[in-house]
């Protein structure tokens, strides 16, 4: 019903930044779905980084984890169907693999998103 694909993912010093994106399509796919940002770690859980709520129209709610405020902003633009994250002042822990996520409901869990994307490897060197 709805496909996610990342992209921009790559190798970063610390300190530098990157820009993922993650195309979204379907038949079912609304500006009203919640659309957000988790990673993954080898042998960890998937945790939440940020995500977007629908308000009403063209506006949205954004959301971050505290480990990322201040230096990763999320976007999207609904004319492309495409979120963003921009992540700026990278950190070697910022390492894993990040997820595009979607729903008709969600925020900050990973079990309330029904839709996800294939991940895109992100690394940060130091």
């Known amino acids: 019903q709805v496909q996610l694909v990342e992209s921009g993912g790559g190798l970063a010093q610390d300190g530098g930044s990157l820009r993922l994106s993650c195309q979204a399509s379907?038949?079912?796919?609304?500006?009203?779905?919640?659309m957000g940002w988790f990673l993954q770690a080898p042998g960890k859980e998937r945790e939440f980084v940020a995500a977007?709520?629908?308000?009403?129209?063209?506006?949205?709610?954004?959301h971050y984890a505290d480990s990322v405020k201040g230096r990763f902003t999320i976007s999207r633009d609904n004319a492309k169907n495409t979120l963003y994250l921009q992540m700026n002042r990278l950190k070697p822990d910022d390492t894993a693999v990040y997820y595009c996520?979607?729903?008709?409901?969600?925020?900050?869990?990973?079990?309330?998103?029904?839709?996800w994307g294939q991940g895109t490897q992100v690394t940060v060197s130091s």
């Open positions: 996520a979607a729903g008709s409901k969600g925020k900050s869990n990973v079990h309330e998103y029904d839709y």
């Open positions: 379907g038949r079912t796919f609304s500006r009203a779905y919640a």
């Open positions: 977007t709520t629908w308000i009403s129209g063209d506006m949205y709610n954004g």
